[in-house]
């Protein structure tokens, strides 16, 4: 949502300066450009496809799993919160792909497990937090077998691939 909000106050920006560029000058003493003089091009617009959200889902997912590992709630609750983002992102930009209703699926399979997830955290309960982690696990595994991708897999990390990431609570 940050990207797609910093892209679009990109695209504004740059629409307002060609647009302001094209204004006729106060000074009508001073030269108009050369016709040969090149044009000013807008940026690019991105828009990431289900599978880069979808690593970043992965990401994201992983990252929760390690902070409820080491009891740091705090980075739990943000990566959580990432995680929705990320959710919220896909279901407003890829609502549909390749006529499976992805946006409908998260709201059926996630949403739950999702307050599931906030309560164990908010309580600060490890058995709850590994509980919900199944359930949003299963879930998306769910959302993967019904959407003809059973060879997506997703699991509960084994280890870290964040070696430059402290996980542990800060010291206070």
Known sequence: MKRLRIMLILGLVAAVSCAASSQPL???????????APTQELP???????????????TDHAKLWLAG???????????????????????????????VPVGQMIDALITGTIADM????????????SAA???????????????NRPYIAIRRPTRSNFSNQDFLPARK
């Open 133 to 147: 982690f199944d359930e949003l696990t299963a879930a998306c595994n769910s959302c993967h077998q019904a959407a």
């Open 44 to 58: 690019k617009s991105y828009l990431p496809g289900l599978g880069e959200f979808m690593g970043r889902i992965q």
């Open 26 to 36: 106060p000074n009508p003493a001073q030269p108009s450009p050369p016709a040969s």
């Open 118 to 129: 906030e309560g164990a955290i908010a309580t600060r309960d490890f058995s709850k937090f």
């Open 69 to 99: 590992q080491a009891r740091n709630w705090e980075l739990a609750g943000y990566q959580l919160n990432e995680l929705k983002e990320v959710f919220s992102d896909v279901q407003d930009l890829v609502p549909r792909y390749q006529n």
